[in-house]
């Protein structure tokens, strides 16, 4: 099945008789498949012009660009004209699905050619459009195992290449149209899908998830079995109190029994994850305050570092003061 195949076009004056490849226009236009061609063959345009010409041009063309073409002069005014052009010529820098236009001073016409004969990928265009394929795949399957915060972006553009060589490879295989619809159609899908694989893998992401869904559900503290028991939410503190002292230094004020208050502990404590309490989240380490924002249930959520919390076991760590 061909994709985004437009009929034939003519435009023409009255009685003018257009000819491609002894096909007169009108049957190429009802033709629901292109004109089909060997890379041996020969491209020609042919016809009547009633008002006589002095050229008449043929080219074949890939989306804007005109791949090959050849124009014939007359030193008068011709009512019969000729314009061919050899595919040989044409072969080696690419096949399949063509747009072939031709036109005299009075007469102009274009048709979709289809042109075989060699292995679509060992032309020029077919091995242009696999290196973008590959290196826009390999460069999407990079910053997707990556996990960066940047591995989005970077899938999505990695998009403009796969999507510009699968729409090369779609048509030197003479099943789809080069334009800027089909290029941005194709560069969407595959971006759009480079874009949402990194969602999935991004670990980032997963985290800012659970992050809010652990704000819009109850506070859970867990048992020593990590069992989660559904508890009251304690007031968390928006900001930390002063920096505590030392036993030498000025008497620390007294903190409410549940949180917050500053604490340490005497040896290596694991904190666990907020939501997966199988995952430990940080190691709190001996010689350094740490600050604790509520105790439920024997545990206490501790502020292990910047931007990082967890639960840490309340036997193990010692209050202030």
């Known amino acids: 099945m061909l994709l985004g195949i437009l009929p034939a076009q003519a435009q023409s004056a009255e009685n003018c008789a257009l000819v491609f490849n002894e096909i007169e226009i009108d049957r190429i236009d009802s033709l629901s498949s292109p004109l089909e061609l060997d890379t041996g063959d020969t491209l020609s345009f042919t016809g009547t012009d009633p008002a006589g010409t002095r050229s008449a041009r043929v080219e074949l063309a890939i989306g804007p660009v005109t791949l090959e073409s050849n124009t014939t002069t007359y030193s008068a005014p011709e009512r019969e004209f000729q314009s061919a052009i050899s595919l040989d010529d044409v072969s080696p820098y690419g096949i399949g699905l063509f747009r072939a236009e031709g036109a005299t001073d009075g007469c102009s016409a274009a ?22 394929t590959l290196g826009g795949i390999t460069g999407q399957l990079g910053a997707i195992a990556s996990r960066r915060r940047w591995a989005r972006t970077a899938a999505a553009l990695g998009g403009i290449a796969t999507g510009s060589g699968l729409t090369l490879i779609g048509q030197q295989f003479g099943r789809l149209q080069v334009s800027y619809p089909s290029l941005a159609a194709m560069t969407i899908a595959v971006g759009g899908l480079g874009l949402i694989l990194a969602s999935l893998f991004n670990p980032t992401i997963r985290d800012r998830r659970r992050e809010k869904r652990a704000v819009r559900s109850p506070a859970i503290s867990m048992t020593p079995d990590h069992q989660p028991v559904e508890t009251v939410t304690s007031a968390v503190a928006e900001e930390p109190p002063a920096e505590p002292r030392t036993a030498n230094g000025p008497t620390l004020q007294p903190t409410p029994p549940g949180g917050p208050y500053w604490c340490y502990v005497m040896a290596p404590t694991d904190a666990f994850d907020l939501t997966d309490h199988t995952r430990t989240v940080a190691v709190l380490e001996p010689g350094t305050w740490y600050l604790v924002k509520r105790a439920l249930g024997g545990w206490a959520q501790v502020v292990a570092a910047e931007g990082s919390e967890g639960w840490v076991a309340e036997a193990a760590i010692h209050r202030e003061g």
């Open 111 to 132: 048709v979709w050619v289809r042109i075989s004969g060699r292995f679509p990928l060992a032309t020029l265009t077919g091995l242009t459009a696999m290196g973008l």
